[in-house]
């Protein structure tokens, strides 16, 4: 199994809304892309100087499944909102 997380910050502007937002279209993606076996979205509630805004973790089957993932038209539809409002991501990949 796949393991695939990413964690994002938001810009100031409009920062809760965009937050809510971008969790919901993340959230929806299960239903339309089914390579994507799980997919959890939390909202951070630390807001220490070291956290992050929100993360994203989801696993997939295979490598190949998280490419497919990845190359979506719905994932990449959701990735140009998520650009247009955050500052800054990272991402980890690993086998479970």
């Known amino acids: 199994m796949i393991v ?20 919901n279209l993340l959230e929806e993606l299960p239903l339309k892309i089914d390579v994507l076996n ?21 696993t997939f ?4 499944a998280l490419k497919t993932y990845a190359v979506h038209p719905a994932h990449l ?10 500052v800054e991501s990272k991402v980890v990949d690993y086998v479970k």
């Open 38 to 58: 799980i997919m959890e979205v939390g909202i951070d509630f630390n807001q220490s100087e070291r956290a992050f805004d929100l993360s994203l973790y989801s």
């Open 61 to 64: 089957d295979s490598e190949e």
């Open 4 to 23: 695939h997380i990413v964690m994002f910050k938001f810009k100031e502007d409009k920062k809760i809304e965009n937050i809510k937002r971008v969790k």
């Open 77 to 86: 539809a959701v990735v140009e909102v998520i650009k247009l409002v955050t």
